[in-house]
């Protein structure tokens, strides 16, 4: 079975530095990893996903996330963090089985931005 | 498109009383989900569809019902809730496994 960790449930940076979210991954077929947002009182919406291809992919808000196959990795990096930033991110793998895909989430990471 | 809607937004339930959460997306999407959040653990499946008619368990179901009678509709049944089930749920869809498109949930809490 697939699973899915995040290192840190809560981050907290500066207005203006460097966001990493850490997103470790199991898999053992191709995965399609995706990284969520939850702002307060809202449901997830789609930050930026990788199915093939590229390993380096570009989402909304200035977020980028690189597909490391060696280190199954899938981190999350934002070069300038703003205040608007601050919301709860999800790691997910979709996965395969005999009933259908399911998606796996991570128990995610809430940033906070300090001004 | 009005894409995924939930109701009701909030509900507040006795020990053992039941009730129906509803789902709905407009994009006819085969895949649909039932997920509940507790705070910092995530979301956790409880079931899943893949199409009108078909339905399967996650990884959380009991205490849960499911039925799938369209494409467009995704019910949860409670049927005797319990205050473990007090929690935040989403119902998502989508096709394959692309991208899922949420809800914007349901708070219960079981008194």
């Known amino acids: 079975a697939q699973s899915v960790t995040q290192l840190g449930s809560h981050v907290s940076v500066s207005e203006g530095a460097l966001v990493l979210l850490r997103c470790n991954y199991s898999s053992s077929v191709p995965p399609y990893l995706f990284w969520y947002v939850q702002y307060p009182n809202q449901g997830l919406q789609l930050l930026l996903k990788?199915?093939?291809?590229?390993?380096l992919v570009k989402g909304i808000n200035g977020f980028e996330a690189e597909f490391k196959k060696s280190e199954t990795s899938f981190h999350l990096t934002k070069p300038s963090a703003h205040m608007s930033d601050a919301a709860e991110y999800f790691c997910?793998?979709?996965?395969?089985?005999?009933?259908?895909?399911?998606?796996?989430f991570g128990a995610g990471t809430r940033l906070f931005v300090k001004a | 498109n009005a894409g995924v809607t939930q109701t009701p937004k909030f509900r507040i339930l006795k020990i053992g009383q039941s009730m129906t959460l509803q789902c709905a997306q407009d994009m006819n999407h085969n895949y649909m989900y039932w997920y509940r959040q507790d705070p910092g653990m995530g979301l956790k499946l409880i079931y899943y569809s893949v199409g009108a008619g078909i339905t399967d368990k996650g990884e959380v179901p009991n205490g849960y019902n499911v039925s799938r009678s369209t494409t467009e509709d995704f019910p949860l049944r409670l049927e005797l809730a319990a205050p473990s089930q007090t929690s935040v749920y989403f119902c998502?869809?989508?096709?394959?496994?692309?991208?899922?498109?949420f809800g914007p949930g349901t708070r219960l809490l079981v008194l």
């Open positions: 990788y199915t093939t291809g590229a390993t």
């Open positions: 998502a869809s989508t096709e394959g496994r692309e991208t899922q498109y």
């Open positions: 997910a793998v979709s996965e395969s089985g005999t009933g259908g895909f399911k998606t796996i």
